[in-house]
């Protein structure tokens, strides 16, 4: 089974996949890093100052076996189901600035997040999508909450 974790960032995807990952005893998969080691990095967005990934070269490098993807844009891949993180707007611009983010990097994120980007494709890709609430939640309070929810799609 594959697992997408998904969300703006700072929403606490990382955190929630290897939590996740180990409870179900999947392997975690860190989207970005595969991407670099696969040469699925397809070119630099300045503005952005982000790395744009090639998906399609990334779908097919994936490993074998159950999985828990972890990236902004994991819902892009196959997967049997999407879990998107969501944070209230005020604390995600906090943990944002707390990364020593541009200002404008930061916008434009809250922007993603006030408008469910991540969510909207996600529900418009897949069938099997949950949607959690980071911002007062315990990583493991809400791997917790994916696990019983990927239980009923076995």
Known sequence: MRIAITGTPGTGKTAV???????????????????????AVCGYDRSRRSKIVDVALLEKVLPPGDLVLDGHFSHELEADGVVVLRTAVEELARRLRARGWPARKVRENLQAEIFNVCGEEAAALHRQVLELDTTRLK????????????????
């Open 139 to 154: 990583s493991a309070a809400t791997a917790a909450a994916a696990a019983k929810w990927i239980a009923t799609l076995k």
């Open 17 to 39: 996949a290897r939590l996740l990952a180990r409870r179900l005893g999947y392997r975690y998969v860190d989207l970005k890093l595969l991407a670099e080691k696969k040469g």
